[in-house]
């Protein structure tokens, strides 16, 4: 309950005025989100690649539906991109972006917008040797998704997709983007729907991202493993040893602020460990994405609220 609560407000503007007003300290956001500018993040890139972790950056941005917004988030991106080569980071740095931040929203035409802006990302990332992964977004945004997928894979092989258990469809797309060349990151799925297209169990979603994590694993791509449940990581260790996979032939993925210590005992044992680093003012619908996993991080941004 509280969980679609937290989600509905996610997406709620009055909501958002009312907690961004209210201000949580910026020890809170400091936690999960990496700074408000390129820079910023990539500091964190820097600190993370000492420790052997790898990142991926996500611009966190307004999901516009104007051209206007896009062009913003696609040149925040490019900007980013280009910082990163400045500085040395580029190389094997993934950049995660959400097709709706690029224009996928945009009233006719919304797809071909997002799907040039996503393929101007690639371009450059591809130039300066790093990567991009589309997000996985609402349930309704899947086809379109994969759809553009398919269309950047062309011309840019290493495009990454994700895919959420939480969907009923997904084991069977976890087969169809299983092939070789192809990475794909698991997740649980940060967004919720209705009983006919999701598992709304928990059990169940477990249930079905061992399945997938199977599929991933026996399949012929690169598999990034998007969870901090330490079933899932044991299991995703287990798989890749029974299906002799060398440790460079996968890769976990946490996110920043969650479980630092399991990141860093990953990377110690030689594995290749990614995490999900986002970075901007647009903050908001992230950090109550992250609120409604986990009561423990709720409890401490209702705390930062009451302290202020
Ligand atoms: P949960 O079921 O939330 O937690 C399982 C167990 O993990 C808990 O019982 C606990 O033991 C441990 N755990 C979880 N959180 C914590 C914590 N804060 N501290 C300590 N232990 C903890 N979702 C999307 O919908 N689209 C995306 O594109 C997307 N990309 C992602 C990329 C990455 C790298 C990651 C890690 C997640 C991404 N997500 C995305 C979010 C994901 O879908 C889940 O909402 C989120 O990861 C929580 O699920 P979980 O797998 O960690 O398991």
Redesign the pocket.
């Known amino acids: 309950m509280i969980r679609g609560v937290l989600l509905a407000a996610s997406r709620s503007a009055r909501a958002r005025e009312l907690v961004v007003a209210t201000g949580p300290t910026r020890r809170v956001v400091d936690r999960f989100v990496a700074g408000e500018r390129p820079a910023d993040a990539l500091d964190v890139v820097r600190g993370l690649a000492a420790d052997g972790i790898a990142a991926?950056v996500?611009r966190l941005g307004e999901s516009g539906v104007d051209l206007a917004s896009a062009r913003e988030s696609t040149d925040g991106y490019l900007a980013l991109l280009d910082l990163a080569e400045d500085v040395g980071l580029a190389a094997g740095l993934d950049v995660?972006v959400?097709l709706s931040a690029l224009g996928r929203l945009v009233p006719y035409g919304g797809l071909k917008i997002c799907y040039e802006n996503a393929a101007e990302i690639c371009a450059r990332a591809a130039e300066v040797g790093a990567t991009v992964?589309?997000?996985?977004?609402e349930h309704t945004s899947v086809d379109a998704g994969l759809a553009v997928l398919a269309d950047l894979r062309r011309d840019f092989p290493a495009t990454g997709a994700?895919l959420?258990?939480?969907l009923r469809r997904t084991e069977n797309d976890c087969r169809r983007l299983a092939g070789a060349g192809s990475r794909v990151?698991l997740?649980?799925?940060?967004?919720r729907a209705a009983g006919d297209v999701a598992f709304t169990r928990?059990a169940d979603?477990?249930a079905s991202?061992a399945r997938c994590l199977g599929v991933l694993m026996t399949g012929e791509g690169y598999p990034?493993v998007?969870?901090?449940?330490?079933?899932?990581l044991a299991l995703a260790g287990r798989l890749a040893d029974a299906r002799d996979r060398d440790r460079d032939d996968f890769e976990y993925?946490?996110?920043h602020?969650?479980?630092p210590h399991?990141q860093l005992r990953l990377a110690s044992l030689g594995a290749q460990v990614?995490?999900?680093l986002p970075y901007g003012p647009d903050w908001y619908p992230y950090l109550l994405?992250?609120m409604?996993?986990?009561p423990?991080?709720l409890a401490l941004f209702l705390r930062a609220l009451r302290t202020r």
């Open positions: 991926t996500d995660s959400k992964t589309v997000d996985a977004e994700v959420q258990s939480y990151r997740c649980k799925g940060a967004y928990r979603v477990d991202y990034m998007a969870t901090h449940d330490p079933r899932m993925q946490l996110l602020g969650v479980r399991e990614r995490v999900y994405r992250r409604a996993e986990r423990a991080n």
